[in-house]
């Protein structure tokens, strides 16, 4: 069983900050890109951050660039997602998803979604 769990949803503020988890059971992280997604009310889903399995490379998309940072814990078998000053437009649920070689690959080619987390930024 490939399995991703986000976690670390819930409300927070403008500006202040907030962690996302996206934790993988039955395979390991190492060997997939690994992708965050974000699903606005009315709204495709949209990859906004990525990490590439084969040299840890990263993308952003301009939106989120030098506010959300992605990262890998090999020993936790984990990715995260920091969210850094985050915007009320920045609302929606947010999902983790893996693709087998590149993070360069539409939505659709991602595979494994977990079932998101909540995110509400509000005053």
């Known amino acids: 069983q490939l399995q991703l769990v986000e976690s670390g949803g819930g409300l927070v503020q403008p500006g202040g900050s907030l962690r996302l988890s996206c934790a993988a059971s039955g395979f390991t992280l190492d060997y997939y890109a690994i992708g965050w997604f974000r699903q606005a009310p009315g709204k495709e889903r949209e990859k906004i951050s990525c990490m590439n399995n084969n040299d840890g490379s990263t993308y952003y998309t301009d939106p989120v660039k030098g506010r959300f940072t992605i990262s890998r814990d090999a020993a936790k078998n984990t990715v995260y997602l920091q969210m850094n000053s985050p915007k009320p437009e920045n609302t929606a649920v947010y999902y983790c998803?893996?693709?087998?070689?590149?993070?360069?690959?539409?939505?659709?080619?991602?595979?494994?979604w977990g079932q998101g987390t909540q995110v509400t930024v509000s005053s």
């Open positions: 998803a893996t693709h087998a070689s590149s993070c360069t690959r539409t939505v659709r080619r991602f595979a494994s």
